[in-house]
């Protein structure tokens, strides 16, 4: 493998790579190593809890609503915030007169960015951004002042008695005015004019392989960006009390991070602070970062010297954002007449919005991902990302690598129509196989995408439906992988990356203290069954604690579908750590090999004799005791060191990869551009479902995710309205904002696949983010089996398939493509 990095240019201070290691040593912490590995169950026959469709540990509290939001969070003599925020896209501010709101009865504070100077960011080296502004606002809705009042109402009032006087500057409304004119620099934080981060990287001879392909496809994609739109609005609640220590409950997703960030921003001692994770009402990505209301809130605490809860607004949710990024791709991809890859360029353009927010690994990541699940042999990418007056993008449900798989897959079908060949065989055809290196340094372990493609190909029927359905009705397949955590530390150390600490008390109950962040995914499940797995114990004898700095080892949060392996494998080793002590204390008692011990439902006992030496777990625990004293352990995880040895090299690498198949049958309206999606078929490798209907659910969750920034998401904003320059958005509420609800939600099957991830624990895989990826391709690829039309740009709107079709040349091509597979089928 070759790789060949080419310069962006100097960086500037404050954005530049800091000196010294970027990542852990070779040496750096390994998990322990189990005799019989991470996937076989404990008591050697099958498994009790694990692969069962249990409930999940919160289920109950949250249809009850008996679950504690943030929002839910009362405190005593507790003032209510509210933030002013820019009615600018870009504008300098000369002056702020906060006087006559101070003066109101009833108003506690206010507070500036010159309360508020340090910078920040989830990046250390992107550091790009205050709680608010203090100098210039860069888009509309930044956040310039903060006010605490007796009630929300009172500080909304508040908000409007502030002055500012503004210097407008011109607005960088997209990526091509960003590069046409980068003397309108959005943040003075960019090392050069508005590039927020730039990657070439490029693997073999990609040339040379084009020039020898018997096709080469070359198009231009457009990816729309789109937000989270979590039930819940983001929310926190800070108190400061009278010893100098503060607390903050916030929905946030990365607790670990947030304490990090307020300790520095505040200038409090990390240990004067603790964050509390309440229950949080979904999140997609988008509460994967600090963010304005939690420095806010907590700063007006420390003046006021009361709790502050700040409860944003579903339209400062849109503007708080951070989602997919808006991505322009240009691919070529080359096949040979059999159907083999044979390499591809891309040059993708990504708009940031104002600020870098995850932006260097989303840049990455744009390119870095694609190398999966098939073969290939050369790739080059180009990955630009641009500062544009709009609220900063950032991470999303599968995270910077749905954009240019949706570019990609639709580049496959393009390859395998010109060439006369089913578009599944030709996936199959490229299947990389396990146990490999992709061609950018990435290590693939377990691989279950062939059984995808098989489960999808027989489920939906394809073989009688491709190319065969009536006009206006048709079939597409498209395939992905997806990481399950990363190896890329946000900030450099050697520490571990996921940990638990397993407690069993004599009354035969275990409590698990984790730092891992369940925003409905089902973390604090899969921690509770592996207990259950390991220690024999029902899921009602399990207490799962999470998410609170001050009790919980540190976790990195949830994010790069991390979770379940990462945390999940720190747990099994806590809890397999105590299992050996009951174990041994039980085969010396009963003098039998210690391999012969059994914990299962509720009873210990000896295989060998299960009615004369058994015993119930409680009872064991108490043995165990006796002899060893009380009863804790803890376990971690620290991935391998993984990645391409070159720049960039860790960044998409992972311990191990998802794998995903979508078929999507569409039925569409020539007259009018309407696609129904009538089914999804969804295949993915999971590893090992430690739950299944968990796996169905979040398999279906990404699925439909996809199928709405498929055909209806549009994040878009004005270029003027009364009293506005550019930059209001075009529907920030959830009445506007354009997202299918149940009745436009299609079939959907859910097949899972399981390759057993000889790493994972039990061999689990990931199953949030991976199962999205494929549904925008597929569906895309269905139009044109339908149609003849290839929808190149989201979403895929009526209007946008009509103008396709008012076009010309769409029934025609449709029928080229009938007679290549044989004619569509007799009605």
Not at 261 to 286: N, S, Y
Not at 343 to 368: C, K, N
């Amino acid at each position: 493998m070759s790789a060949r990095r080419r310069s962006a240019g100097p960086a500037k201070a404050g954005m530049a790579v800091p000196a010294g290691r970027m990542m852990p040593r070779e040496d750096r912490l390994t998990p322990p190593r189990w005799e019989a590995g991470r996937t076989d169950p404990p008591n050697g026959g099958t498994f009790s809890t694990v692969g069962r469709r249990n409930r999940k540990v919160e289920g109950l509290a949250k249809v009850t609503g008996r679950a504690v939001y943030a929002d839910d969070l009362v405190l005593p003599r507790m003032l209510h915030a509210k933030l002013l925020r820019s009615i600018h896209a870009h504008a300098r501010i000369v002056s702020l007169d906060a006087g006559a709101a101070l003066a109101m009865p009833g108003v506690h504070a206010v507070i500036t960015g010159k309360d508020l100077p340090g910078w920040f960011g989830i990046i250390p080296w992107t550091e790009d951004e205050q709680a608010l502004a203090a100098e210039k606002a860069r888009y509309v809705g930044d956040a310039i002042a903060a006010v605490a009042a007796d009630t929300e109402l009172l500080a909304e009032e508040a908000l409007r008695a502030i002055r500012v006087e503004y210097e407008v500057l011109p607005a960088v409304t997209g990526m091509d005015e960003a590069l046409a004119h980068p003397e309108w620099q959005v943040n003075e934080k960019a090392s050069e004019g508005n590039v927020s981060k730039q990657v070439r990287l490029e693997f073999g001879p990609v040339d040379a392989a084009l020039e020898n392909s018997d096709a080469v496809v070359e198009a231009e994609y457009w990816y729309e960006g789109s937000t989270h739109a979590p039930i819940e609005p983001h929310c926190c609640v800070a108190e400061f009390d009278a010893t100098g220590f503060l607390t903050v409950w916030s929905s946030t997703q990365v607790a670990h991070y947030l304490h990090r960030d307020l300790a520095k921003i505040l200038e409090l001692p990390t240990q004067r602070v603790r964050v509390v994770q309440p229950v949080v009402g979904g999140a997609f990505g988008g509460k994967s970062e600090p963010f304005s209301l939690e420095f806010c809130a907590a700063k007006l605490a420390m003046v006021t010297g009361r709790p502050v809860k700040i409860l944003y607004t579903r339209e400062e949710v849109f503007y708080a954002h951070r989602g997919r990024h808006p991505m322009r791709l240009r691919y070529r991809t080359g096949m040979k007449r059999d159907g083999t890859l044979t390499g591809t360029d891309a040059l993708v353009h990504l708009d940031g919005g104002a600020y870098s927010s995850f932006g260097l690994v989303t840049t990455y990541y744009s390119g870095q991902l694609l190398t999966a699940p098939y073969a290939m042999p050369a790739y080059r990418f180009d990955s630009t990302r641009l500062f544009t007056n709009k609220p900063a993008c950032g991470p999303k449900r599968g995270h910077g690598s749905v954009q240019p798989r949706f570019a990609f897959e639709c580049q496959l079908d393009k390859l395998a129509e010109a060439l006369g060949l089913d578009p599944i065989a030709v996936r199959r055809k490229n299947f990389m196989g396990e146990n490999v290196r992709t061609v950018n340094g990435l290590r693939v372990t377990s691989n279950g995408f062939l059984q995808c493609l098989d489960g999808v190909e027989r489920a939906s029927g394809w073989k009688d439906k491709f190319r065969r359905l009536p006009y206006g009705r048709g079939v597409g397949v498209a395939g992905s992988m997806y990481i399950s955590g990363t190896n890329y530390c946000i900030y450099p150390n050697e520490m571990p990356q996921a940990a638990v600490q397993l407690k069993l008390d004599r009354s035969g109950r275990a409590t698990v203290f984790s730092g891992c962040s369940d925003i409905g995914q089902g973390v604090d499940s899969v921690l509770a069954y592996i207990v259950c797995e390991e220690l024999g114990l029902e899921l009602r004898d399990v207490r799962v604690v999470a998410a609170d700095t001050d009790l919980t080892p540190v976790d990195l949060g949830s994010y790069s579908s991390r979770e379940t392996f990462m945390v999940g494998n720190a747990c099994l080793d806590a809890a397999r750590a105590l299992r050996e002590r009951i174990a041994a204390t039980l085969a010396e008692r009963w003098d039998v090999p210690k391999g012969e011990i059994v914990l299962a439902g509720g009873v210990a006992c000896a295989s060998s004799d299960p009615r004369g030496k058994a015993m119930s777990v409680k009872d064991a625990f108490q043995a165990a005791e006796a002899r060893h004293g009380t009863l804790g352990s803890v376990g971690w995880y620290q991935s391998p060191r993984l990645g391409g040895d070159y720049r960039g090299g860790t960044i998409g690498a992972s311990p191990a990869y998802s794998f995903t198949a979508h078929v999507a049958e569409v039925d569409c309206d020539p007259e009018t551009g309407f696609v129904t999606v009538t089914d999804l078929w969804v295949a993915h490798d999971c590893g090992r479902a430690l739950n299944p209907v968990n796996v169905e659910g979040q398999m279906e969750g990404g699925a439909y995710m996809g199928f709405g920034e498929a055909l209806m998401e549009s994040q878009s904003y004005k270029p003027a309205a009364p009293g506005h320059g550019f930059g209001l958005h075009h529907g920030p509420s959830l009445l506007d904002y354009r997202m299918p609800t149940s009745l436009d939600t299609p079939r959907l099957h859910s097949i899972i696949v399981e390759s057993v991830d000889p790493e994972g624990p039990y061999g689990a895989k990931e199953a949030g983010e991976g199962p999205l990826h494929p549904s925008v391709p597929a569906i895309a690829n269905a139009i044109h089996d339908a149609l003849g039309v290839r929808c190149d740009r989201l979403p895929f709107d009526p209007p946008r398939v009509l103008s396709l079709l008012r076009a010309g040349g769409a029934r025609e091509r449709w029928e080229k493509a009938r007679s290549l597979a044989g004619g569509p089928r007799p009605c």
